[in-house]
């Protein structure tokens, strides 16, 4: 039994290397195709100089000795191949296409604004890093075997189509609005600003020497703790560099986010600080998501990941929290009035957790989904509980 089953799970194992590998050959046969289509009809092309570091404005820098305009005119193909940096925000319309080769990067000191049928091709080892925000009204396609790294926010519109294979593969460190429409097999899979210093550290380090990017705060953790008093927000830098202050904001569908509440930051620091606020609104109920938005003494501002938290509804007798649950939980009785309380696992099969009073202890716990029969001297229910 145990040979079987470790053949079935090196056969699973090869399979999603197989899956993984077909969705890059996909992406790479999507390059090519649009790519020549685009040639073919492009009216006006422009190439960088191969391996020259320059400036987009700087005309010495492109074959020919013409530098393309950042608005494109109709069905013009722009390819970089190089290392190019953008002084201004860049704006594709009209059959547009914009292609970075393989180790070459184009570096975009502004917004990207895409409309109308445009094409951008970000070949293996290549980068798009854009500085401001990224979007698009209509038609867009995106193909990325590279990395496309976006330092405030992406919003594309219906009928994009992106083709980038992992979360190695596209940062967003603001907000992502991608409708349900978008064609983008891997949404789930975009990488965040936390995600990108920890796992592309020279890639940051560049960034940093080259474009003054440094990020005004280095966030350690930003926890969400529910109580039936309110939340618990709370927080630690291990270093600041001019932040002003913190907003706390919700949201009900994790798209739109609204302030709770501003937080003063310690302005610069090197050493470590921990805040905490706690918000007694009761208002929140169900499910909702919770992010920590940064504002230097500039303006400027970084997102911390979005937390999403079941709520109870305090005002009922009976309810558990937290909700997810890592260590141990409360089941909170109003009334006092709890005679038996019963665990069961998935498959409905009783099981025993410690506990003290009204504290649960369920550390042990495998991850998954648990349901609670609790009997009242009234009433018999069934609850649940996540063990993350």
């Known amino acids: 039994m145990y040979l079987y089953i470790t053949f079935l799970e090196q056969k699973t194992n090869l399979q999603k290397m197989r899956d993984l590998r077909f969705v890059a050959l996909l992406v790479i046969i999507s390059v090519l195709c649009l790519r020549g289509y685009a040639l073919r009809n492009a009216t006006t092309s422009y190439t960088s100089t191969d391996e020259l570091i320059g400036n987009w404005s700087d005309d010495d820098i492109w074959v020919g000795g013409s530098a393309p305009s950042n608005t494109p005119s109709n069905n013009t193909v722009i390819t970089i191949t190089g290392s190019i940096t953008i002084n201004a925000s860049l704006n594709l319309n009209n059959n547009n296409t914009l292609l970075i080769e393989s180790e070459d990067t184009l570096v975009v000191n502004g917004d990207v604004n895409v409309d109308n049928n445009s094409f951008i091709g970000v070949d293996d080892n290549a980068v798009l890093i854009v500085l401001g925000s990224f979007s698009s009204s209509n ?17 594309v519109a219906k009928g994009t189509t992106i083709n980038i294979p992992s979360s190695n593969n596209l940062y967003i460190f603001g907000t992502a609005t991608i409708p349900s429409s978008t064609t983008f097999p891997n949404s789930n899979d975009i990488g965040t600003q936390e995600s990108f210093i920890s796992g592309e550290s020279e890639l940051t380090e560049w960034l940093d020497d080259n474009y003054n990017t440094e990020l005004p705060i280095q966030l350690v ?14 927080w630690i830098t291990e270093s600041e560099d001019n932040n002003d202050f913190f907003t706390l904001e919700f949201s009900q569908n994790g798209i739109d986010f609204f302030p ?81 309380v019963r665990f069961f696992n998935s498959l409905f099969e009783e099981i025993q957790i410690e506990h003290d009073n009204s504290i649960y202890v369920v550390y042990g716990l495998e991850k998954g989904t648990y349901f609670v029969q609790i009997q009242t001297e009234t009433i018999r229910f069934v609850t649940k509980f996540i063990k993350k």
């Open 139 to 155: 038609n867009l396609d995106i193909a990325a075997t590279g990395k496309v790294i976006v330092f405030e926010n992406f919003e």
């Open 221 to 234: 953790s930003f926890t969400v703790f529910t109580t039936p008093r309110g939340i618990e927000f709370s």
């Open 260 to 340: 709770i509440a501003t937080i003063p930051g310690a302005g610069n620091t090197s050493t470590k600080h921990a805040y905490t606020y706690f918000d007694d609104s009761k208002k929140h109920t169900g499910l909702v998501y919770f992010r920590l938005k940064q504002t230097d003494y500039n303006g400027k501002h970084s997102y911390s990941e979005i937390l999403s938290i079941s709520i109870p509804n305090y005002n009922t007798d009976v309810f558990i929290y937290p909700n997810p649950v890592s260590d141990y939980f409360y089941i909170h009785d109003n009334n006092n009035t709890i005679i038996q």
